[in-house]
């Protein structure tokens, strides 16, 4: 299902959840080159260690190249996709935030792709996180939208079971040259859509986000992969925001940059919706 949605008319104040943007705790889930990678977790007030709750992964964009270290912060920890951690944290999911190697500097697409798999698999070893792994979802924004439909559709790689991918402006398809050089030589390997064509099964339930006036990443990479998404029998929506650029769920940068955070209010609600949908939400 294609739906285009205006923008909300009135937008909450994000300001609370933009503090709480550190994470609760950096939990190192991989060392590799002298470098330790980390989760940032957000978790649940008052959390009951013999409970069960929804994992929310997320994965940062940036190009695969950069991420946001605020002022206030040491280290990275949450990044801009920070926010939204503190966001559902609160509404009773735990959330991790995944540090991974940047393209051109630390790495290349499938050391970035190693990384976030990894983070998965380790959570998947702990005992300590009170997780419930039948509500277990991804959520990635452009670049990071790009890794976490890698994660989602690529899972007999990953060796995890996946329940939902929320991806947002994703990049899925390399063969564009504007992103050609991102895919090491491999444009196959590393879209997003050639991995929904070779899936065993039917990929996982997914909710696509893009701004239908990103100048940044086309939204015919969502169109594209909500079409593949369908012909193999996935519960798929793809919600185009109406006169909507790139980044636009990222509510720090748009402060940043004197922007009002309406597009934000828009996909957070039909994010919320969604995960009540899928009884991520209680």
Same mark, same amino acid.
């Given at each position: 299902?294609?739906?285009?949605?205006?923008?909300?008319?009135?937008?909450?104040?994000?300001?609370?959840?933009?503090?709480?943007?550190?994470?609760?705790?950096?939990?190192?889930?991989?060392?590799?080159?002298?470098?330790?990678?980390?989760?940032?977790?957000?978790?649940?007030?008052?959390?009951?260690?013999?409970?069960?709750?929804?994992?929310?992964?997320?994965?940062?964009?940036?190009?695969?190249?950069?991420?946001?270290?605020?002022?206030?912060?040491?280290?990275?920890?949450?990044?801009?996709?920070?926010?939204?951690?503190?966001?559902?944290?609160?509404?009773?999911?735990?959330?991790?935030?995944?540090?991974?190697?940047?393209?051109?500097?630390?790495?290349?697409?499938?050391?970035?792709?190693?990384?976030?798999?990894?983070?998965?698999?380790?959570?998947?070893?702990?005992?300590?996180?009170?997780?419930?792994?039948?509500? *277990?979802?991804?959520?990635? $924004?452009?670049?990071?939208?790009?890794? &976490? !439909?890698?994660? @989602?559709? /690529? %899972?007999?790689?990953?060796?995890?079971?996946?329940?939902?991918?929320?991806?947002?402006?994703?990049?899925?398809?390399?063969?564009?040259?504007?992103?050609?050089?991102?895919?090491?030589?491999?444009?196959?390997?590393?879209?997003?859509?050639?991995?929904?064509?070779?899936?065993?099964?039917?990929?996982?339930?997914?909710?696509?986000?893009?701004?239908?006036?990103?100048?940044?990443?086309?939204?015919?990479?969502?169109?594209?992969?909500?079409?593949?998404?369908?012909?193999?029998?996935?519960?798929?929506?793809?919600?185009?925001?109406?006169?909507?650029?790139?980044?636009?769920?990222? *509510?720090?940068?748009?402060? $940043?940059?004197?922007?009002?955070?309406? &597009? !934000?209010?828009? @996909?957070? /609600? %039909?994010?919320?919706?969604?995960?009540?949908?899928?009884?991520?939400?209680?």
């Amino acid at each position: 299902m294609i739906e285009t949605s205006t923008l909300a008319k009135d937008a909450r104040d994000f300001s609370a959840y933009c503090k709480g943007h550190s994470a609760d705790a950096l939990v190192p889930y991989k060392s590799v080159g002298g470098q330790t990678l980390c989760l940032g977790l957000y978790l649940p007030d008052n959390m009951d260690k013999d409970g069960k709750y929804p994992l929310l992964i997320l994965i940062h964009g940036g190009g695969w190249s950069s991420k946001k270290i605020f002022p206030d912060q040491e280290r990275w920890a949450g990044d801009y996709l920070g926010f939204l951690g503190r966001y559902y944290a609160e509404k009773g999911l735990i959330c991790a935030s995944v540090d991974y190697r940047l393209w051109g500097k630390e790495g290349q697409m499938q050391e970035a792709f190693d990384d976030c798999t990894d983070a998965v698999r380790f959570l998947q070893e702990q005992t300590r996180f009170p997780i419930d792994w039948d509500k *277990v979802c991804v959520l990635g $924004e452009s670049a990071g939208g790009h890794l &976490a !439909a890698c994660v @989602a559709y /690529r %899972q007999s790689e990953v060796r995890s079971t996946i329940k939902g991918a929320v991806l947002v402006n994703p990049v899925t398809d390399f063969t564009d040259a504007k992103w050609a050089k991102f895919a090491d030589g491999d444009a196959e390997k590393w879209s997003p859509l050639c991995a929904v064509e070779t899936a065993a099964g039917i990929p996982c339930p997914t909710l696509i986000l893009h701004g239908n006036a990103d100048s940044t990443v086309h939204p015919n990479h969502s169109v594209a992969l909500h079409d593949r998404l369908a012909e193999k029998g996935t519960d798929v929506t793809l919600n185009l925001l109406e006169g909507t650029n790139h980044a636009f769920l990222l *509510v720090e940068y748009m402060n $940043e940059l004197g922007r009002d955070n309406f &597009a !934000a209010e828009t @996909a957070v /609600r %039909q994010i919320d919706s969604w995960f009540q949908c899928k009884r991520y939400l209680r």
